[in-house]
């Protein structure tokens, strides 16, 4: 059975207080998720830099970071699919992160890309394996599995016609580092996701769901014949979910996660995972 979760991501607006939190959850628990992704620095206190940064790129981490999570996720009713974190906390402390994501009863660490990295050097990109190879063997020892999640800076090409993500699949070890996918990012970058999903195979443990199209109000006109894209509500765009779901059961997907940034049906996180969750309770 394919789980289904949210990206805590997808929620930093409306988790500013305890009160809102229990809300929100029970909204979640409502709409027919299972369960949820946290991320570690919307979790515990996080600098204005980190905040700031989050906000640039449309994640606004919200003012989540001091309340008791262990104490909420009991209470929600929702399993904790996987915890997110930075590759330099593993790296520092492979220890503490395994343990948090214990206290959670989650077996996934996921490490959500890198910051100020050269995306176009092979030698980077080679380098960023071997870095993962050993983060995941000391979570591995600690009983937790590493895995990576892709946006679209995977997809430039490095040397000899390799992407970064080509790097990755074959310099990665199986028995260390598997992979969270992000189709929406490949799908944006220009890719064809389903033959990556098929490429990965077994190792495509969780799976980051999104749509891709264009709202328009009733009635509205535009100047031009060119409308800007974006994420949208499952079932509400163009991408060929339904043949990419095929693809995750065949690959022994664990859960399907969605996450959006922006761009809500009637401006609400909540709303917009309700209208997604329409799609995924008839297809999960």
Known sequence: MIRKGIQQFMLGTVLSS???ARETLAAVKAAGYDGIELCSFMIHPTGFLVRLLTRAAGMPTGKGGKLDWPKLMADSGL??????TDLGSVERDPAAVAAEARRFGTEYVVITGMYRFPYGDAGAWRDLARRLNAAGSALAGEGVQLLYHNHNCELQRVADGLRGYDILLDETDPGAVNFEFDSYWFAEGGAD???????????MKLWHINDRGTRLAAGQSVMTPILQTDSMELGTGNLPLEQWVELARANGTRAVVLESHRNWVAKSPVKSLEASAQWLNRHF
């Open 193 to 203: 996701a389903g033959q990556w999903m098929k490429k990965l195979g077994s190792r």
């Open 18 to 20: 305890e009160a809102q």
């Open 79 to 84: 399993s904790v699919i996987s915890l997110h």
